[in-house]
Structure formats: C-alpha cells, structure tokens
Nanobody
Framework: QVQLIESGGGLVQVGGSLSLSCTAPGRTITKYAVAWFRQASGKEREFVATISWVGETTFYADSVKGRFTISKDKAKDTVHLQMNSLRPEDTAVYYC??????????????????WGQGTQVIVSS
C-alpha cells in the first residue's frame, strides 16, 4: 500500500508563508496525481489543490487561489504546497492524497486512493 507522509506544518503568523511537503517512501510520487486537503476543527475536510499525473494541470479551491501553489519537484520526488499570505482561516490539519493510476474522472472532487496522516498548520495573529 502507498503510504504518504506530510511534513512542514507548524505555527506561522498572519501574512506569513509556509511550505508543506508530501512524499511516498519507496514510490515515485511525482508520477502520481496528488492533492492537498485540509480539515479545520469542527469543519468538514475540504479540497485545497491538486496536480495531475504529468503535472500540466492544476486545480485550486477558490479560498486559496492566488495564495497557494501546488508543485512537483522531480529531483526530490516531492510534492509541495507553497502557502503564502496565510490567514487565520487557513488553520487546519493538511493532508496529501494521491492516485497512482490515471483515471478519467480525476479532478477536485476525485476520491483519491491514498492518504497521509496530516500535518497541522496554525496561523495566528
């Protein structure tokens, strides 16, 4: 089974930046479609961003568009979520998810096959 590992979470002030990473030991995660989701306390898990298998297509939630960037680093075999201009409402546990096999129904609402354990992001003022 593919195991995903998120890292990079932490405490950051409003307006600051943070970069999250997602890896899959023993796998080439940059060949997979990878998404980031987040779940704030008391709220449902929500879609944040996703990048296609090839990496040519991305989707972002409206709430993060223009502030967050999802990318693949082939050299490090890592998927990143660069988060800028952070707001208190960005506070959540962030999860990465991946789908190894290309599918026709991929997109923001796709039910990804593999998930990580999550990394906590806290944005404070």
């Amino acid at each position: 089974q593919v195991q995903l590992i998120e890292s990079g979470g932490g405490l950051v002030q409003v307006g600051g930046s943070l970069s999250l990473s997602c890896t899959a030991p023993g796998r080439t995660i940059t060949k997979y479609a990878v998404a980031w989701f987040r779940q704030a306390s008391g709220k449902e898990r929500e879609f944040v961003a996703t990048i296609s298998w090839v990496g040519e297509t991305t989707f972002y939630a409206d709430s993060v568009k223009g502030r967050f960037t999802i990318s693949k680093d082939k050299a490090k075999d890592t998927v990143h979520l660069q988060m800028n201009s952070l707001r208190p409402e960005d506070t959540a546990v962030y999860y990465c998810a991946a789908e190894p096999v290309p599918t026709t129904d991929w997109g923001p609402t796709y039910e990804y096959g593999y998930w990580g354990q999550g990394t906590q992001v806290i944005v404070s003022s």
